[in-house]
Each structure stands twice: as structure tokens, then as C-alpha cells.
């Protein structure tokens, strides 16, 4: 029988996923020889053999391949036979481009859960367990290849026992790069007993887990959740929780079967539902929305599993964990820094395996049956979204808040983690570690700079130190482009968008954010924008709804009634220096924000005067919506909010209910949106982008309008519709205007 040789060279996600085993016993059991190995692009196999095996090693290779990897790339070419007459993993080979693909970090799979869980197993109740199907890997390699010596795992020396799994290929942990046990693996600093202890009696602990340090406390127990509201001066903004399992977060939400598989995906991302008002109100204040999530780590099971040396019936059931950072830094991932934590915590626990990359917990919601993004992180980062043009090597710094990056390569735009608010030292830093992390492992010299054309964005003044060119993306044009991307839309794609956001510096320099732009990537034309009003107060307008709320009354020629919560808010002095204030437009630029104007609204129905994020005072808005309402108000042509406030305080005025009134302005604003989509559409889609599209009643109510009237509707899927996304899209415009790079 004649023997041939392949060569087989696979990219994509085919490192620290179990591929190399996978082809070592899919080899053995085929009877062929060969090698396989890991290089700088991805996995590298020279098979020889039999024509027919060689035919069932290639099918079974890609059919049967580790569920946690992904092949973007399959080549095959003839070579020599050689008969060395066995097969071999090779050390890795490093090459001058890093191609290969970083995983993302996995959560535990069930056999390492099942070890952990059984008394018998040397690895019992060992927090650091892991296999190549699972564990920690975007948060601790260095450098790629992925090999053991590249992650924070090196300094680990692995004891017998785990040397025997590492290197037989028929074990489960064969090459398994962060593979530990208790004998010669990471530790916790405090024993698991104590630490659940402590839960248990109602302190809150900052605890070290798989992206950095979140403070926890029982979920159940409202006093140390007060408290940690009290230190962190954070008293709305609403706490994520872990439940030990999919019944548990049934007990605590509504879940609908797409959302029990997201808490059950890989990523275990946060997932916000429907709360059911069984925890106590002070994990999420005022909202609906619950966010919750299952263990991701084996520590984190083994919180809620039962203590080996007691029987306890008040065992934990929910867990507050939210991260550990000082308001608007980055997540905490050091011992050194987590000393700042000291005040914020009754306890810190360390453990002593380094983090290299900190990742804060992903976010997402259920729209429509599908997953959107409202944080991308942990369990997905740094998995590139795939495009459907070529970009050429270029950094985008994204926007000020829920700040991330973006590299391009290739086909490929490697979105960052999400790093926080860039308008802080220590996010700084933060960034500037992370860009240099992300460069490093793909060895991306960026040739240009894409930033927002906001004047005072801190990444401008950073920008134009770079000595790069630099090239300025609209804020609104970027959140479309970064939906057109993500969905593969190619280079001459032309859309309507619908970019609804919170502010945005536009082209003539007054503030936009309800903005209709028939556009490319290369182009936009604004066609159509939310009638602007004067921002009152600049900025301090963000942080008190009510002072957008006087500007829509006296755009809209309505007294400013002291009955009005807004009016009665600013009180009785201060109003004629306001409307002065308006009358002149000292310090209030006009703005088109559609975020402001849901603020407005929420203010004026007396829901929020003042907010402590961004976001409050719309997310309270879209809680009380009575979803039965079918009632709608009418915004003036061609977009105008005038005639709603008038109707708005028509029916304040006889006494209606808030939540009627709110889903009436729900209807109006997707009402307007639908009308706007029929007058400017031209017949492309529709591109629903933007920080307003989070609230969920909105985005059904347009998709829902849109669809009816036959519209192609385009919503976010793989990045967030907010400013974490935005990098994306700058991205994705400079793409497509290299011939205008200017210095
Ligand atoms: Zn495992
Ligand atoms: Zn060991
Ligand atoms: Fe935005």
C-alpha cells in the first residue's frame, strides 16, 4: 500500500482548547504518523498514511473537533513521506506573525465540576481546577504560542501527578496549559470555610476570581448590601448577582428559554431579566431589569456547594457580586492595588495565580430570541469580530465612557475588554496596558489613529502624541458603521440609521443623539434629527433630568407649572435666571439627544430630578411602562418632541397614570421612528444603533413597527449598541478613508 504525507496548517481558535490532543488521538486511532505542534498562526500537522485514513483524519478532524475551538482557516498541501512510523506533538515554533487566535476565558465544564464536588478526587473542592475543555486563558497568557511558560501559570512547577496528566495524550489534560491541583497549584489566601463564614454572617468580601476582584455579599441579606452601598457612595446603580444554578435564578426572574441558555453559555455572561421582587430592593433599586449570572469558575461553585465538615441549612443561594473598583476606575486585579479596597470590604481574599489581562463580566440581554451585548468582556474577549472587507492596520480609541479599542487586521477587528471611564488616571493606565497587551500578542503596529471629532475627548490629546495620522469619525456615523460591521455588510453596504444615543459631538459642533443618517462607511448624510433643545446647564444637564425637562417645556412654549416635579425641583428662585439662561443660550448648546430626552420625560413624570449614572433616569422610565397601554402620543414634523410634552402634561395635569403616559411616549418615539424610516429609506435597511436601543421596550415596539411595514432591520448582536461598541465602527469608517489620513 502506498503511503502519502500532508501537511495540514489550521487557524483560528486551535490553541489551549485540547486541539493538539485531539489530533494526536484521532492520529493514533487511525493508525498514522506525523507530528503536530503550535506555531505563531495557529496548529501545524504533517500526517502520512493511506490515502483512504488520510481522508477520515481530515474529515474527523474538523467534525470532531474540541467544542471550544473555532477553525477560520484549513490548508492542505502534499509533501515527501518519510516513515518515521509513529506520531508526535513537537514544541511549539514561535514565527514573526502571531496569526493564532487568543481564547477567550471558559467557564468550568462538568467534569472538572464533578471532580471538585466528589470527596474521593484529589482535586476536591480545589478552586483552580481545570482541563483543556475549560478554564482561565484570554485573563492569564502573556505572549502567544499558548504554552505554559507564556501564561501567568509558568512560575507554577507542576507536581507528579499533574505531570502525568499533562503529558499522556489519552488524559483529559494533556497539555492542558493552567492544569493545577492542591498540591502544586494556586491558593486561596483564606480557607473556602472561613470565606463562606463570612458570607454567611453577613460581611462583604473583596474576593480575587478569574478577570480580577469582585466585593460579594449574601444577596439575601440587605444590611451588608447597605453597607457596601454606603462605602461605595453607589446607591441606585443595580448590583449583578450569581445564583448557584439555572433553578435558583428561576426562583429570582422570569426566564425565557433563550435567556436560561445565555446564563447557561460558555461566556457566563451577566444576562438582565425580569426580576420577580424576591431579593431584597436594595440589589436594584427602582428597575426591573435583574442581572444574574451562574458560577464561572470552580471557586465560584464551590461558594454555593455545601461545606465538607458541616451540614448548613442557611447555605448561600445568591450572591451580590459586583466588580471591585473605586467609582468609574477600572476592575481591581493586583494584590497591591487591592489594598484600596480595604475600605470598601470587610475582608480580602487573595489567591496567588497572576493576572495578566483583568476582564470585568460580560453583559447581555435577550432581544428578539437573540443575544445582544450590552458589555462585552469576559467569556468573549479578545474573539475578533469577523468582517467582511480587509482593514488595514489601524487603532480605534473608542469613546470617553464605557471606553474599549479596537485592532484591526486583515478581515479581523480585535475589540478590547471593556475598560471603563477614560476620563480618570487609573483607566488610563488601564488602556495604555492593555493596548500595549493586545499589539504585543498580535502583533498589530497600527499605521493610524481613528478617534471620536469630540474636541475634548482625553484620547485626542493622547492621539496626537502617537505622532500617527489621525482620522476623525462622527460619533453617530461610528455607532451605524459599528452595526454594519459586526453583521458583515460589505464595503459599498448603504443603510438608513437610526443612531438614538445619549450626546455625541456632531459635524456642526452642537451636541447630537437622535439622529436619522442615510449612510456607508465611507459617507453619511444626516437627513433627519430630533428637533434640538438647549442642553440647560451644559454637562450638570446629564446629572439632573430635570433641566432638560424646563428645556423641552420651553421649547415647547408650555409654562413651567410649579405643580411640575421639574419646576418644583429648581424652585421659584432660580427660574427666571433660567429662563434667561434659555432665552440667550449661556451655556446650553443646543442638542438632538434622544438619551436627554427620555431623561426629560422621566423627570417630568416625577420619576428621577437627579441621577447617580447616566442611564438612571431612562432605565426607571422604561420599568414602569404599562406594556397593556395602546395608547400613543404624536411627535410634530419632521421630528419634533413639542407636541408629546404638551400632550405629556395634558394628561399629568388629569391625573393619569405614569406608567400609561410612559408607554405612550414609548410608542411615540418608535412611532416617529417608523415614520422617519418610511420617509428617508430610499429601500435600504434600517440600522438600529446607539445607547437608547438598551431599553428594550423601545427596541421592540421599532423592530415590531419596522418589520410591518416590510423594512430589512439590522440590531446589534455581536457589540454593544452603546459607546462600547464604538470603536468598532471608527474602525470600520477609516477603513474605508485611507486617502484621507491627515496628520
Ligand atoms: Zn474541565
Ligand atoms: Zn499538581
Ligand atoms: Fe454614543
Request: proline letters at 7%; a positive charge.
Amino acid at each position: 500500500m502506498v503511503n502519502r504525507r500532508q501537511r495540514l496548517h489550521l487557524e483560528g481558535i486551535v490553541q489551549g482548547v485540547g486541539f493538539r490532543p485531539h489530533v494526536f488521538r484521532l492520529a493514533q486511532q487511525l493508525n498514522l504518523s506525523g507530528f503536530v505542534g503550535n506555531d505563531s498562526r495557529g496548529v501545524f500537522i504533517e500526517i502520512e498514511g493511506p490515502e483512504q485514513r488520510l481522508h477520515i483524519f481530515r474529515e474527523l478532524l474538523v467534525k470532531r473537533a474540541p467544542a471550544a475551538s473555532f477553525i477560520s482557516a484549513l490548508r492542505v498541501s502534499e509533501c515527501r513521506p518519510r516513515g518515521e512510523g509513529e506520531f508526535s506533538i513537537l514544541a511549539s515554533r514561535r514565527q514573526s506573525r502571531a496569526q493564532a487566535l487568543v481564547s477567550p476565558d471558559l467557564d468550568c465544564c462538568r467534569r472538572c465540576l464533578d471532580e471538585v464536588l466528589n470527596p474521593s478526587d484529589r482535586r476536591f473542592r480545589y478552586p483552580f481546577t481545570n482541563c483543556t475543555n475549560c478554564g482561565p486563558r484570554y485573563t492569564l497568557i502573556r505572549q502567544i504560542p499558548y504554552d505554559r511558560e507564556h501564561t501567568t501559570m509558568a512560575e507554577f512547577a507542576m507536581c507528579p501527578a499533574c505531570l502525568k496528566e499533562y503529558e499522556d495524550p489519552g488524559d483529559r489534560r494533556f497539555h492542558a496549559q493552567p492544569n493545577a491541583c492542591p498540591q502544586c497549584g494556586p491558593r486561596l489566601s483564606t480557607g473556602l470555610d472561613e470565606v463562606v463564614a463570612s458570607l454567611l454572617a453577613g460581611e462583604v468580601i473583596a474576593l480575587k476570581g478569574v478577570g480580577g476582584y469582585h466585593l460579594v455579599c449574601d444577596a439575601f441579606n440587605p444590611l451588608p448590601i447597605q453597607r457596601l452601598r454606603q462605602r461605595k457612595g453607589r446607591f441606585a446603580k443595580p448590583f449583578a448577582v450569581m445564583v448557584k444554578d439555572l433553578e435558583q435564578a428561576r426562583r429570582l426572574a422570569y426566564i425565557a428559554a433563550g435567556e436560561a441558555e445565555l446564563l447557561n453559555s460558555r461566556a457566563k455572561p451577566i444576562v438582565l431579566l425580569r426580576g420577580r421582587g424576591v431579593l431584597p430592593p436594595e440589589v436594584a433599586p427602582e428597575v426591573e431589569a435583574l442581572g444574574l449570572m451562574l458560577p464561572h469558575s470552580p471557586l465560584h461553585h464551590l461558594l454555593f456547594s455545601e461545606s465538607s465538615s458541616q451540614d448548613r441549612p442557611d447555605k448561600l443561594r445568591a450572591l451580590v457580586m459586583t466588580s471591585a473598583n473605586l467609582s468609574g476606575e477600572p476592575i481591581v486585579y493586583t494584590r497591591e492595588a487591592s489594598r484600596r479596597l480595604e475600605p470598601l470590604a470587610d475582608k480580602l481574599v487573595h489567591h496567588d495565580r497572576p493576572i495578566e489581562t483583568p476582564c470585568d463580566d460580560s453583559v447581555v440581554r435577550l432581544l428578539r430570541g437573540v443575544a445582544m451585548p450590552l458589555r462585552r468582556s469576559r467569556g468573549f474577549a479578545p474573539f475578533p469580530v469577523q468582517l467582511a472587507f480587509d482593514l488595514p492596520p489601524l487603532l480605534a480609541l473608542g469613546a470617553q465612557l464605557k471606553s474599549t479599542f479596537c485592532l484591526g487586521r486583515a478581515r479581523q477587528a480585535f475589540l478590547s475588554q471593556h475598560l471603563g471611564d477614560l476620563d480618570n488616571l487609573e483607566t488610563w493606565n488601564h488602556f495604555e496596558r492593555a493596548l500595549h497587551h493586545l499589539r504585543k500578542l498580535y502583533r498589530i503596529e497600527p499605521r493610524g489613529l481613528c478617534l471620536d471629532m469630540h474636541p475634548g475627548y482625553l484620547s485626542r490629546h493622547w492621539a496626537e502624541r502617537q505622532g500617527l495620522p489621525l482620522l476623525q469619525v462622527q460619533h453617530h456615523h461610528a455607532h451605524i458603521a459599528s452595526l454594519m460591521a459586526e453583521q458583515q455588510l460589505g464595503s459599498d453596504a448603504r443603510v438608513l440609521g437610526l443612531a438614538f444615543d445619549g450626546t455625541g459631538y456632531g459635524s456642526d459642533a452642537t451636541v447630537w443623539g437622535g439622529e436619522v443618517l442615510r449612510c456607508g462607511y465611507g459617507e453619511y448624510e444626516r437627513v433627519a434629527w430630533l428637533k434640538p433643545v438647549p442642553l440647560l446647564g451644559g454637562e450638570a444637564a446629564v446629572r439632573q433630568p430635570w433641566r432638560m425637562a424646563l428645556a423641552h417645556l420651553w421649547a415647547a412654549g408650555l409654562p413651567w407649572h410649579p405643580r411640575l416635579a421639574p419646576v418644583a425641583q429648581a424652585g421659584p428662585e432660580t427660574l427666571p435666571i433660567l429662563q434667561r439662561q434659555l432665552e440667550r443660550g449661556l451655556n446650553a448648546p443646543l442638542t438632538s439627544s434622544l438619551g436627554r430626552l427620555f431623561d426629560a420625560v422621566a423627570a417630568l413624570l416625577g420619576l428621577h430630578q437627579v441621577v447617580e449614572y447616566e442611564a438612571q433616569a431612562a432605565m426607571a422610565l422604561e420599568s414602569i411602562a404599562d406594556r397593556s397601554e395602546p395608547k400613543s402620543y404624536h411627535f410634530g414634523q419632521p421630528f419634533d418632541a413639542g407636541p408629546v410634552f404638551s400632550s405629556i402634561v395634558d394628561d399629568l395635569c388629569a391625573g393619569d397614570s405614569i406608567a400609561r403616559i410612559s408607554m405612550r411616549f414609548h410608542r411615540a418615539v418608535a412611532g416617529a421612528a417608523v415614520r422617519l424610516c418610511r420617509q428617508h429609506s430610499e429601500g435600504l435597511a434600517i440600522a438600529l444603533s446607539g445607547g437608547v436601543f438598551q431599553n428594550m421596550v423601545l427596541s421592540e415596539l421599532v423592530i415590531e413597527g419596522l418589520q410591518a411595514c416590510g423594512f430589512k432591520v439590522l440590531w446589534h448582536r455581536q457589540v454593544p449598541p452603546n459607546d462600547g461598541g464604538l470603536a468598532l465602527g471608527q474602525l470600520a469608517v477609516a477603513a474605508h478613508q485611507r486617502g484621507e489620513l491627515c496628520v
